[in-house]
């Protein structure tokens, strides 16, 4: 595989929030580098940095040291963002809220549908496209906030507890869709979790401890 199919490399990246006394070292140098149709499970519990690796990841935020590049990738356009919090906007319907990221880009909404339908599909959620965000559960909520991303067709989908709030059958529900996506469509897959039992789904997991990505455990 050459150089540029790798979609993003950290290579010692480190992340520290503050200066002197109070600083906390949230990532200590990572090195991690993520393919076309990997699919990753970053473990830990809270506060290991797993939330800081994916912002490393997504470009949200920069490594005080170290690097992070991103060769066969525009992280700008090619990176799909699953927050753990609810994200759906009360106002929006559902297919409205799939939606709303292609239209904030500039897509005619006529041109959206497709997407949309497709999307909702792809996690189970079809028979939702006309209810209000309070209309649905957590779990569906959640498998919406998932097929937002999928409609902007990533090639990257970062997860991050995607699962959190969610029992443990709610939770499974939104991986299988997550899991379904990614086969369907290319796209790599990073999943943070705390959950032994949603990391044995990935096909590589890697643990981190104290900001320290530690070797892989690769299960394939
Ligand atoms: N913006 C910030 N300012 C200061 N410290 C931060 C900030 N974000 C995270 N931290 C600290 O960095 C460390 C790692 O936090 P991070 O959120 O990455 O962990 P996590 O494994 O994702 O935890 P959780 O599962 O609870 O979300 C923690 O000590 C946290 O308090």
């Known amino acids: 595989m050459s150089g540029t199919d790798v979609l993003v490399v950290c290579e010692n990246a480190a992340l520290t929030f503050g200066r002197g006394a109070t600083a906390v070292v949230a990532v200590h140098g990572a090195d991690l580098s993520i393919r076309p149709g990997d699919r990753l499970a970053i473990v830990g519990p809270s506060g290991s940095g797993k939330s800081s690796l994916l912002h490393l990841l997504a470009g949200l935020e920069r490594p005080t040291s170290g ?47 497709r997407p949309v339908a497709d999307a909702l599909d792809l996690v189970g959620a079809s028979d ?48 299988d869709a997550l899991l379904t996506a990614a086969d369907r469509t290319g796209a790599a897959l990073v999943v943070t979790t705390h959950d ?25």
């Open 67 to 113: 690097t992070v590049s991103w060769p066969g990738l525009d992280p700008s356009a090619g990176i799909g963002l699953v927050f753990q919090a609810d994200s759906l906007v009360p106002a929006l319907d559902v297919a409205e809220n799939t939606a709303l990221p292609l239209v904030l880009a500039g897509r005619p909404e006529a041109q959206t549908r």
């Open 196 to 220: 032994p039992a949603i990391a044995a789904r990935l096909t590589v997991r890697r643990a981190m401890h104290d900001g320290r990505l530690l070797a892989q455990e690769d299960v394939s």
């Open 128 to 175: 939702l496209a006309d209810r209000l965000p309070e209309e649905i559960s957590g779990g569906q909520a959640q498998r919406v906030a998932v097929a937002r991303v999928l409609a902007q067709q990533p090639r990257l989908i970062l997860a991050d507890e995607p699962t959190g709030r969610l029992d443990h059958a709610t939770g499974a529900r939104v991986l």
